[in-house]
């Protein structure tokens, strides 16, 4: 939403005869405090008809509604969330759903579920950034997952590594050489070599 913030100065509306006076200007100056606090009350007003904008006056009705009591260390942001929370937090709700949710407090792609039906595991993959509030995402979903499954929380980093696997190939003939010229000598032999090297390049993945 963008900022409604303005600084409000009646006098540069003034038309050129009353711009000069000094009495016009002292009662434009009063008129300027009177509208400034009636527009900043009105932004006030409109902030607060929507949680993700809630200024602290809004926030303190919902606690009320909710009996919650902010933590000191809560930013507005913090209260918003936890606002957002406690109204979404009724089962029952599917996986999908719940998806959702999460998509609509966190961010789209910031916290992904899936359940191994087998173990009973109800497993949350946080993206790195988010892994700070892995205990208010935890005791939110606590609210929702059933109490039969283990809430679990993974944070997986990709790590490509190389690896290299060295070797050599070697050929080797033998040529002879006859002499003629009366010298008798024994035949001579030449080796030959040829080398080279394999490159091999694998990607390592690490789960954390």
């Not at 600084?7 to 016009?24: A, G």
Request: glycine residues 6%.
């Amino acid at each position: 939403m963008d900022d409604l913030t303005r600084v409000i100065s009646l006098s540069t509306f003034l038309p050129p005869v009353t711009r000069d006076s000094k009495d016009v200007q002292e009662l434009m100056r009063i008129e300027d405090t009177e509208l400034q606090a009636l527009w900043e009350a009105m932004c006030d007003i409109f902030y607060n008809q929507f949680i993700s904008t809630m200024t602290a006056y809004g926030l303190q009705q919902w606690e009320k509604i909710f009996d919650v009591m902010p933590k000191v260390t809560d930013t507005l942001q913090d209260r918003r969330t936890r606002i957002l929370q406690l109204l979404m937090g009724t089962r029952p709700y599917t996986v999908l759903s719940f998806q959702a949710i999460l998509d609509t407090i966190y961010g789209p792609g910031k916290v992904t579920i899936h359940v191994d039906n087998d173990k009973y595991e109800f497993w949350m993959e946080l993206t790195a950034d988010m892994m700070s509030k892995n205990m208010s995402i935890r005791e939110f979903a606590e609210t929702i997952v059933p109490k039969n499954l283990l809430i679990l929380i993974s944070n997986t980093q990709n790590a490509t590594l190389r690896q290299y696997t060295g070797g050599y190939v070697r050929q080797q003939g033998v040529v002879a050489i006859a002499g003629y010229t009366g010298v008798d000598i024994g035949d001579m032999a030449a080796a030959q070599y040829m080398g080279g090297y394999v490159h091999v390049l694998k990607t390592v993945h690490i789960g954390g």
